[in-house]
Each structure stands twice: as C-alpha cells, then as structure tokens.
T-cell receptor, first 108, second 116 residues
Framework: KNEVEQSPQNLTAQEGEFITINCSYS?????LHWLQQHPGGGIVSLFM???GKKKHGRLIATINIQEKHSSLHITASHPRDSAVYIC??????????FGTGTRLKVLA | NAGVTQTPKFRVLKTGQSMTLLCAQD?????MYWYRQDPGMGLRLIHY???????AKGEVPDGYNVSRLKKQNFLLGLESAAPSQTSVYFC???????????????FGPGTRLTVL
C-alpha cells in the first residue's frame, strides 16, 4: 500500500463541472504539495499547504492534518485543466512522498 | 530568474552509450534532486544532494552517478545506458529546510531520454 494514495486514478468530466481530487496519506507529513503536469509537459506547482485552505483562481486546496487528507477542487472546469495532478507529502526532512497521480480529462 | 533548467530536453542513446544530464538552478537552493518518471510508477528519487559537494542515493540509484561540484548545478550521469533507463528525468531544487519553512520543491521542465 502506498504511503500517499490519490483517488480517483482517472477522471473524465464535462466542461463546467466541479471536480474533486483526493489525497490521503498514512505517514506523518509537515505539509502537502499539489502539482500539475500537462501531457508531455513539465511539473508545475499549484499549492503547498500545512493547514486550512488555499485558493488560486478556480483552484482550491484543503487539508486536514488530523485526518491525513487533502483535496484539490476545480470549479467551472475547462478543457485546459486536463492534466495529471500529483500530491506529494513533505516528510519533514528533505524528501517528498509522492502519490501516483490523478489523470483528469475535461471534455468540451 | 530562470528557476530550474535542464539540458538537454530530448536525447536518444544506443545501449552502452554514456551521457550527462545537467540541472541548473538560480535560486541559491541547498537541496537538489533527480527523479525519473515512468508510466504508472509516479516520480521516483534517483539521487539527491543536500549541499555543494554532497550527494546521496535515493530509491532507484543503480546505473546512475551524480555530482554537485557547484551549488547551482547537479549533474546526472549514465555510464552505460540501458533500455530500462528510458524515462523522463526531472530535476528539482528546494531551499534549506528548517523548522519554520516547508521543503517546497521546484521542478525543471524534464528531459525525455530514449535508450535503444
């Protein structure tokens, strides 16, 4: 069992839908990093958070450290949101513990 | 401020050939990392460095060597490439960890390597 689990692994949505991607972890972390990777592209930082909620445009990330769970929400989804979303736990040292990613496809 | 850069972006090698991937960062970060990304496997740590002149093994170090002679550069070497090393390689860097900051890693654009 992975120490960081993401769900779902694959997600297809219609344009405009509200999307939620979940990340659960079984180890202690000091913060969680949400990353985005477009097909064939680099890895872009979305959010890093250790508590509460952060918002940037149509993206919202929440984390509950006690429940060891984080969610990434996309409001009013758009085809350009199609990408792989990766959560990574900052273990409190210098290493990340990565989830295997959620592949999102938004249809026009 | 270019952030983290990687060269080359693409490379095709024949089995047994050698090559070096270069990662450079201009953020004065202490920590640097090399990852490989394979379908269905997620990102796996090959080697990392916690400062100039230091390197350490990650999860999948076999077949790779690294050097960190300058703080801003982290080199990944393949001495004798094998088809199993066909992958996308990402470099990342982060600032010095302390109790008051996150270890936020910043990623380069990746190098797509094919070994025939």
């Amino acid at each position: 069992k992975n120490e960081v689990e993401q769900s779902p692994q694959n997600l297809t949505a219609q344009e405009g839908e509200f999307i939620t991607i979940n990340c659960s972890y079984s180890v202690g972390i000091s913060a969680l990093h949400w990353l985005q990777q477009h097909p064939g592209g680099g890895i872009v930082s979305l959010f890093m958070l250790s508590s509460g909620k952060k918002k940037h445009g149509r993206l919202i990330a929440t984390i509950n450290i006690q429940e060891k769970h984080s969610s990434l929400h996309i409001t009013a989804s758009h085809p350009r949101d199609s990408a792989v979303y990766i959560c990574a736990g900052d273990s409190g040292t210098y290493k990340y513990i990565f989830g295997t990613g959620t592949r999102l496809k938004v249809l026009a | 401020n270019a952030g983290v850069t990687q060269t080359p972006k693409f490379r095709v090698l024949k089995t047994g050939q050698s090559m070096t991937l270069l990662c450079a960062q201009d953020m004065n970060h202490e920590y640097m990392y090399w990852y490989r990304q394979d379908p269905g496997m997620g990102l796996r740590l090959i080697h990392y460095s916690v400062g100039e002149g230091t390197t350490a093994k990650g999860e999948v170090p076999d077949g790779y060597n690294v050097s960190r002679l300058k703080k801003q550069n982290f080199l990944l070497g393949l001495e004798s490439a094998a088809p199993s090393q066909t992958s996308v390689y990402f470099c990342a860097s982060s600032y010095l960890f302390d109790s008051s900051s996150y270890n936020e890693q910043f990623f380069g654009p990746g190098t797509r390597l094919t070994v025939l």
